[in-house]
């Protein structure tokens, strides 16, 4: 496989997992530059859209583009995750200029949660008294749907990862 398909592969799975992204969300994420001349060689292959601020998204020609009205799930991220820091523009999934958590060493111990497509909130699995609960701290308060759909994923969650028995939802604004 040559250099420039391997590039190009690159390129298509990034935007597979976090398109429409522009050319120097990939640069950010894969520390590679010069990759303005990559999406224009794949031509066809990824279809091009204006952001909001006017700049060129990619995205695959055939990936899923709901409205925009249409609400975004809630989402239990782990620590780390990627979605949070593959963006040259992380406004579109961090709000307010928050600083995405990198804990040092092992300290990794605190998710984040996505309500509407937007972190809003860490989470943790807390063994406490024979049973694991799932502490969820919002950034501020949450209408009253978001708090039920939060609740409801959150026990979905707690069932699927709790070494122990389910506990309580713990939701609390810092």
Do not use: K
């Amino acid at each position: 496989m040559s250099t420039g398909v391997a590039v190009d592969d690159l390129v298509l799975r990034y935007l597979g997992a976090f398109g429409p992204a522009s050319v120097q969300d990939v640069q950010v994420w894969s520390g590679l530059t010069r990759l303005g001349e990559v999406a224009d060689r794949l031509g066809p292959r990824v279809r091009r859209f204006r952001g909001e601020d006017g700049r060129v998204l990619l995205d695959g020609p055939d990936a899923p583009r709901p409205s925009a009205d249409t609400p975004a799930p809630i989402r239990f991220l782990p620590e780390y995750d990627n979605l949070l820091l593959s963006h040259a523009d992380r406004s579109r999934v961090v709000p307010e200029q928050r600083i995405v958590p990198l804990w040092p060493g092992n300290g990794g111990n605190r998710g984040t949660v996505l309500v509407d497509g937007l972190w809003r909130a860490n989470w943790g699995i807390v063994p406490d008294g024979g049973q694991a609960h799932l502490d969820i701290e919002a950034f501020q308060p949450l209408p009253r749907r978001q708090a039920a759909d939060l609740a409801a994923e959150g026990h979905r969650l707690l069932a699927f990862a709790a070494a122990s028995p389910a506990g309580d939802i713990r939701i609390s604004v810092s």
